[in-house]
T-cell receptor
């Protein structure tokens, strides 16, 4: 079975632009979480979605938003990009919302110039 | 709040040496504990996990024991290989309505011949 897939692999944007990142979970998984990993640091939790509803939100500004579709895939949107948004964005999926192991995709590397 | 503290790297070892990467945590209640590994240019892979006190997680020769009395989850391997060179992340997840992972800052391991 395919693992978690993310697109695009790499992305270069300029300050002030908007970006959309996409994630497809493992087949059968209904929960998707998003994490931001700045170079040299551990991933930081952004959002979790389960059955199209937001189940958790990390300490990120309102410029960050996400949604989950009926097929359980998800999009992360970031508006008004800042240089500090440059990072590896990781998507993770799990069977259920709570108490389950999360499996990560390869990530999308976002560079903001 | 929840937090994870890992020993700083990089850790440089010769092949077949013994590995220990220290991890301690702060959390209320009984979190689940994880070790993830990140190879260069890739996302995170689950290495092992433990969900209750005194549980031992193991995989690919790596082991870690959930020690509630010392709030620790140290990663060990008896004989490292060059292919183990990667960044290792300790993480915890609190049981609740969501499965937010809280990560440490990561420890880079470099194994030389």
């Amino acid at each position: 079975d395919a693992g978690v897939t993310q697109s695009p692999t790499h992305l270069i944007k300029t300050r002030g632009q908007q970006v959309t990142l996409r994630c497809s979970p493992i087949s059968g998984h209904k929960s998707v979480s998003w994490y931001q990993q700045v170079l040299g640091q551990g991933p930081q939790f952004i959002f979790q979605y389960y059955e199209k509803e937001e189940r958790g939100r990390g300490n990120f500004p309102d410029r960050f938003s996400a949604r989950q579709f009926p097929n359980y895939s998800s999009e992360l949107n970031v508006n008004a990009l800042l240089l500090g948004d440059s990072a590896l964005y990781l998507c993770a999926s799990s069977l259920v919302a709570a108490g389950d192991t999360q499996y990560f995709g390869p990530g999308t590397r976002l560079t903001v110039l | 709040g929840n937090s994870v503290t890992q020993m700083e790297g990089p850790v440089t070892l010769s092949e077949e040496a013994f590995l220990t990467i220290n991890c301690t945590y702060t959390a209320t209640g009984y979190p689940s504990l994880f070790w993830y590994v990140q190879y260069p240019g890739e996302g995170l892979q689950l290495l092992l996990k433990a969900t209750k006190a005194d549980d031992k997680g193991s995989n690919k020769g790596f082991e870690a024991t959930y020690r509630k009395e010392t709030t620790s989850f140290h990663l060990e391997k008896g004989s490292v290989q060059v292919s183990d060179s990667a960044v290792y992340f300790c993480a915890l997840s609190r049981t609740g309505t969501a499965s937010k992972l809280t990560f440490g800052t990561g420890t880079r391991l470099q194994v030389t011949l």
